[in-house]
C-alpha cells in the first residue's frame, strides 16, 4: 500500500496579508487565556488558547468563521496538551510574578495553529 508522504504546512509568505482584529489575555480561576480574532487571505479565523494548573485541560483551536451566525465557527485545527508549547500553570506563574499576562507564552502555538489553518486552505 503506497501512503502519501507527509508534507510540512508552510508559513503564509509576506505576500499573504494579515490583520489581526483583536489579541486579548484574560485570566479566570486556574486558566490564563488567550484569543486572537484575525482574518487571511479573506478568511476570518479565531484562536483560542487555555492554560490551565493541570496540563490534561490546557487546549489550543483555530477556528473559521462560517459566514453563518446560525453555524457559527468552525474547528479547523488543534493542538493536544501533551504536543503545546504555551506552560500549564500559567496563572500560578502569572501570579507569583504580578504580571498582567505576555503575548510571549502564546507565541509557538499561535504560529503552529496558523501554520496548520495556512495548510488545511491551501494558503500559500
Known sequence: ?????????????????????SSVIS???NDVYYQELFEMAGYRMRIDIRSNSYDFQCSATIRLWSG???????????????????????????????????INWFV????????????ILGIK
Open 108 to 119: 509557538a502555538d499561535i504560529k503552529t495553529l496558523k501554520d496548520q489553518a495556512c495548510f
Open 27 to 29: 485570566f479566570k480561576e
Open 1 to 21: 500500500m503506497n501512503l502519501p508522504k507527509a508534507t510540512k504546512p508552510k508559513l503564509p509568505p509576506s505576500s499573504i496579508k494579515e490583520v489581526v482584529y
Open 68 to 102: 453563518d451566525s446560525a453555524v457559527g465557527w468552525t474547528p479547523l485545527g488543534s493542538i493536544n496538551a501533551g504536543s503545546m508549547q504555551t506552560k500549564d500553570k500559567l496563572f500560578v506563574y502569572n501570579h507569583q510574578t504580578n504580571g498582567k499576562g505576555d
